[in-house]
């Protein structure tokens, strides 16, 4: 074999090498490049974790934190947790209805409540009312924040099924999706939900947060 012909056998190995190199990378460069870790709008549907972890080190935080999307284009929030901690997505377009977990509410000093399951280690918050009152407080779970559930612009209250799927206008005072819980892990929280969806149809900044931790915030760009 002369000379030429082994320095052509060369030349095509290294360009075989340099190929497979080059589709390799392509390869984990498209894997990297998924909805949960890129902003682009190529996409009509995005997915945003909502918190995550374990119970030994819980990720309180929204991944992705912002978004930048095109109007119609659709978001779902789902909770990848391995434990039963609930988060919300919850939007408050309207600072005066920004709401609390727990809330007190007036009941009848006759009424009797009945742990679930019959035996169990449950009771309700009660603060006896005064003497001549009928009713005493009791201290609950806030159903518009448990529940999916929209304040529109003339303060019509609309609550939704859980996972629901919702269409944003932009003029709403406040949107919530309810407890989110990890698929399997709702029958810890009865009436929750797993996931979340919006389809945005207004441009506009839309920031929200987790009302059980307020100190997990996002954002949704529209364009």
Same mark, same amino acid.
């Given at each position: 074999m002369n000379v030429f012909a082994i320095v052509a056998i060369l030349i095509v190995a290294a360009l075989l090498l340099l190929t497979t190199s080059s589709l390799n990378v392509t390869?984990? $460069?498209?894997?990297?490049?998924?909805?949960?870790?890129?902003? +682009?709008?190529? =996409?009509?549907? =995005?997915?945003?974790?909502?918190?995550?972890g374990n119970a030994t080190a819980p990720w309180d935080i929204f991944l992705p934190q912002n978004l930048e999307i095109k109007v119609g284009q659709n978001v779902t929030w789902l909770n990848p +947790?391995?434990?039963?901690?609930?988060?919300t997505v919850t939007f408050v377009l309207d600072p005066n209805t920004m709401t609390g977990v727990v809330s007190p509410f007036a009941v009848s000093k006759t009424t009797k409540f009945n742990p679930l399951p019959p035996g169990s280690n449950n009771e309700p918050i009660l603060i006896p009312g005064e003497s001549g009152n009928e009713t005493d407080t009791l201290i609950g779970v806030n159903a518009r924040v =448990?529940?999916?559930v929209t304040i529109d612009s003339q303060d019509n209250v609309q609550f939704? $099924?859980?996972?629901?799927?919702y269409e944003m206008s932009g003029k709403e005072k406040y949107v919530n999706s309810g407890w989110l819980l990890p698929p399997g892990l709702e029958q810890h929280y009865p009436g929750s939900g797993n996931t979340f969806t919006?389809? =945005?149809?207004?441009?506009?900044?839309?920031?929200?947060l987790c009302l059980l931790h307020p100190w997990m915030t996002g954002s949704v760009v529209v364009k």
């Open positions: 390869t984990i $460069n498209t894997a990297i490049a998924s909805p949960l870790t890129k902003t +682009s709008t190529q =996409f009509t549907e =995005f997915k945003v974790h909502v918190g995550g +947790s391995v434990v039963a901690e609930p988060h =448990f529940n999916p939704m $099924n859980p996972n629901a799927n919006i389809t =945005f149809e207004s441009p506009g900044t839309y920031g929200y």
